[in-house]
Structure formats: structure tokens, C-alpha cells
């Protein structure tokens, strides 16, 4: 608890002078400028004042964000380093345009991430069981963050050590992933934990879980990559949320909101998952 208060204090701080250091910033702008360049106004319109604020946290902790910026330094499953560029500007105002208009090209699996059906299951990408038919009543209501055990991937002994109650219908696992800033490599880890087979199995089988959030980019450890997806995604009924960025939260409960694209014909899509 303590932790977690200072966490939240620390943040304070944090943000205080951000915005502090922003006050600086446009009060200098007051200062005589060189004739012709900008900052002639002293409140705002220098280019110097313009700093964006990027924050994990809003509202005073009223919001936990736990998506990771989408970036090139992504680790990626599909080059087994980074993501790499990922966004172009064809039409930008600095060569003659009126606009900046940005074009993105990304694996559908990139980042914070969801599992459709369709992604293990070939009949279920052909039946399309893809990114538009997912449950938002499923990625959205009350879910319980909680740490496994640093030492084991995710086993049937595992969940059922965790004693998570039955009527539990969203859990996010935060495990030794975290611990190791994995999504903050930059090459894609194959040591990462994740849900082996007979966890995955257990997890059906003993709970009513369904939604499984985890903090790397598979939810399956790497040696059952393709057994627990297929266990998990097989009654359609599970929902997987991957690469989440769980650090600095406390473990508990909260109200979970995750929104995927709406992408039909996708097995795929980067999602944006707040805590409040
Ligand atoms: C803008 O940049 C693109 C890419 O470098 C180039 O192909 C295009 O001709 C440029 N357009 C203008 C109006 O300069
Ligand atoms: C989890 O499994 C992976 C292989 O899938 C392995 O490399 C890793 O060491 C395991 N982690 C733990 C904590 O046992
Ligand atoms: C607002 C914005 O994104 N502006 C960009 C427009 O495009 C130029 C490049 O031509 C960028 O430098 C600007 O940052």
C-alpha cells in the first residue's frame, strides 16, 4: 500500500514539474526575441511553449493507461527484433501540402494487442470469427490485476494457486515479463513467460474467466505457443489481451476498458486498454 501511495506521490511530483518546467518555458518566451523569429506573444504561441504532455496516468490516478505507446522499438514476434517504421508522411505541409496527412503500416499483432478466434483457428478465420465480432461486454467491466509466481511459467499448479474465485470474469496477469521490461527490448524474447498447455487447460476447465490480459505479446509461454492458443480461443468465448504494460500498478481491482479497431477480415488488432 505504501508503494503504491508513493507511486502516486511521485507522480505528483513528476507532473508537477512538467508543468512547472512548461510555465518556464513559455514565461522565457517574454524574453526580447531576436526580431523576426517567433515568440513575440508571452502566453502560448511560441514554438517553445508547444510541449506535449505524455502521460500513463490521468485524472490523478483516476485513469491508468496500460497500452504501450506504439513505436518502432517495439520488440516484434514477426522480425523477432524491433517493429521498424511504421509510419510515413507522403503528404506534409513542410513540401507543399495543406495538410500532414500520416500513412501507418503495422503486423496486426503488434504492441498491446487482442487475439481473435481466427488467429489460431483456420475454419474461424474463414467463418470470420475476426476483430469486429469480439464481445465489448467481455473487453470492458470489473477485472482483477494480479502477480503470479516469478518463478514458473503458467501452469495448471499456478492457477490454481492463485485461487482466483469463480464469477471472475477478467483477470490480468502480471508476471516476471514485467519484472524484466521485456516490451522495452528491443528484440523479441523467447524467454518470456506465458500460459503453458494444462494452465491454459485449468483456466478453462476451473474459472469463468473471460478475459486473459498478460504482459508480453504472446499469452502463450513460447515452448506452447500454438497448444494454449488453441485451448484458450477454442470455445470463442475467450478474449486475449497481449503486450499489456502493467508496471507501476497495484494489484487489485478495477474497471477495465479495452477497445479494439473495428477491423473486419482481421484476426488481429492494436487495442487501447485503460484501468480506472
Ligand atoms: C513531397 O515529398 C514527396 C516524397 O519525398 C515527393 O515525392 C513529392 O514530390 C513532394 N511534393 C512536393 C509538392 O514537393
Ligand atoms: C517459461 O517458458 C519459457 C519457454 O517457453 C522458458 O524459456 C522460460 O525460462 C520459462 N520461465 C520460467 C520463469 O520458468
Ligand atoms: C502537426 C504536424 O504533424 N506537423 C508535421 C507536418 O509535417 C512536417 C514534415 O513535413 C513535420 O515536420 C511536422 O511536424
Not at 6 to 18: D, Q
Request: include cysteine.
Amino acid at each position: 500500500m505504501t508503494r503504491t501511495y508513493n507511486f502516486r506521490l511521485l507522480l505528483f511530483v513528476a507532473l508537477a514539474s512538467l508543468s512547472l518546467s512548461a510555465a518556464v518555458a513559455a514565461a522565457s518566451t517574454a524574453y526580447p526575441t531576436i526580431p523576426g523569429s517567433t515568440g513575440t506573444n508571452s502566453d502560448c504561441l511560441g514554438p517553445d511553449s508547444l510541449v506535449p504532455v505524455r502521460r500513463e496516468v490521468y485524472g490523478n490516478g483516476k485513469i491508468i493507461d496500460i497500452t504501450h505507446r506504439i513505436t518502432s522499438e517495439l520488440p516484434s514476434y514477426e522480425t523477432m527484433g524491433t517493429v521498424g517504421q511504421i509510419l510515413w508522411l507522403p503528404i506534409s505541409m513542410k513540401n507543399g501540402s495543406l495538410t500532414n496527412n500520416s500513412e501507418m503500416k503495422l503486423p496486426a499483432h503488434t504492441g498491446t494487442h487482442v487475439d481473435a478466434p481466427g488467429h489460431v483457428y483456420d475454419h474461424y478465420f474463414d467463418a470470420g470469427f475476426d476483430i469486429d465480432t469480439l464481445d465489448l461486454e467481455v473487453l470492458n467491466g470489473p477485472a482483477l490485476l494480479i502477480d503470479v509466481p516469478r518463478d514458473k511459467n503458467i501452469t495448471a499448479d499456478v492457477m490454481q494457486s492463485l485461487e482466483i474465485p469463480r464469477g471472475v470474469r477478467r483477470v490480468l496477469f502480471r508476471t516476471l515479463n514485467t519484472d524484466r521490461g521485456l516490451m522495452y527490448k528491443k528484440f523479441f524474447d523467447t524467454s518470456y513467460v506465458g500460459f503453458m498447455e494444462d494452465g491454459a487447460k485449468w483456466l478453462v476447465d476451473n474459472t469463468d474467466i473471460k478475459l486473459i490480459g498478460i504482459d508480453y505479446l504472446s499469452v502463450a509461454a513460447f515452448d506452447d505457443l500454438i497448444p494454449s492458443h488453441l485451448v484458450l480461443l477454442e470455445s470463442r468465448e475467450i478474449i486475449l489481451v497481449e503486450g499489456l504494460k502493467l508496471e507501476d500498478v497495484p494489484a487489485g481491482l478495477y474497471n477495465v476498458h479495452c477497445l479494439p479497431l473495428r477491423l473486419p477480415g482481421a484476426e488481429g488488432s492494436p487495442i487501447r486498454c485503460i484501468l480506472m
